[in-house]
């Protein structure tokens, strides 16, 4: 196996269980580029096909959110070392709520990009009505 500490992610997203996760999961590379996702991503987005990830960029994604992309996300010259976590608002063509953001730094050798990053968006108003049914007995 290759020894990116990415691999595990590559080898669950080629496989059938990432669909089963119901957070949205992708994983950006330097330049923002959106080099992986997961059923959900697709759903929520309401993008039909793998093929329409070559056309988002993850600034698209987070457009209308309270999240600091320049800061925040990865790019060539002023990446940060440092793992993100934090309550995000979106609002735009591809995400409406509140979402727990999670970015995960990893390298990804095989791909030959410097620098990949695992974002998982865990839908918080989803898991709120959840937790609430499961409450009252719905």
Do not use: W
């Not at 995000?88 to 791909?111: C, H, Q, T």
Request: net charge negative.
């Amino acid at each position: 196996p290759p020894r990116s500490t990415l691999f595990p992610y590559t080898t669950l997203f080629r496989s059938a269980l990432i669909d089963l996760i119901p957070d949205i999961i992708f994983v950006i590379n330097e330049d923002g580029k959106i080099r992986e996702a997961n059923q959900t991503f697709l759903l929520k987005t309401g993008m039909k096909t793998y093929d329409d990830l070559d056309f988002v960029h993850c600034y698209d994604i987070f457009e209308g959110s309270n999240h600091n992309c320049d800061k925040n996300c990865p790019r060539k010259d002023t990446y940060v070392y440092k793992d993100i976590k934090e309550e995000v608002s979106i609002k735009n063509k591809y995400l409406d709520g509140r979402f727990l953001l999670s970015i995960n730094r990893v390298n990804y050798l095989k791909n030959g990009d410097k620098l990949n990053c695992l974002v998982v968006l865990r839908d918080l108003d989803a898991l709120n009505s959840t937790n609430e049914e499961l409450y009252h007995g719905n």
